[in-house]
């Protein structure tokens, strides 16, 4: 089973900044594009950034300017720098990648568990 793992989240004051890592690994042949989304209490997930295999990028219009996603592929690995945060951006933050097992195999969509952040005032 593909396994994603996050990690940097936490706690900031606003203004501050937190780089969110997310490494892929576990039978994977190949992976596709890769991202991350946030889920806010009392709201749906939502995209916040994604990027192909390729790096082109797609961003949320919420964090376009403040947030970059890179990703390093010979490490499965996605990132997300966040800058300037704001107590909006507090949410628990989830990666996400389309993975490929094995050649052949349907490209299917995991999930990590989820970090979070909060950004207080």
């Known amino acids: 089973q593909v396994q994603l793992v996050e990690s940097g989240g936490g706690l900031v004051q606003a203004g501050g900044s937190l780089r969110l890592s997310c490494a892929a690994s576990r039978n994977i042949f190949s992976i596709n594009a890769m991202g991350w989304y946030r889920q806010a209490p009392g709201s749906q997930r939502q995209l916040v950034a994604a990027?192909?295999?390729?790096?082109?990028?797609n961003y949320a219009d919420s964090v376009k300017g403040q947030f970059t996603i890179s990703r390093d592929n010979a490490r499965n690995t996605v990132y997300l720098q966040m800058n300037s945060l704001k107590p909006e951006d507090s949410a628990v933050y989830y990666c996400n990648a389309v993975v490929k097992t094995r050649a052949g195999s349907p490209w299917v969509s995991y999930w990590g568990q989820g970090t979070q952040v909060t950004v207080s005032s």
């Open positions: 990027i192909t295999s390729s790096g082109i990028t």
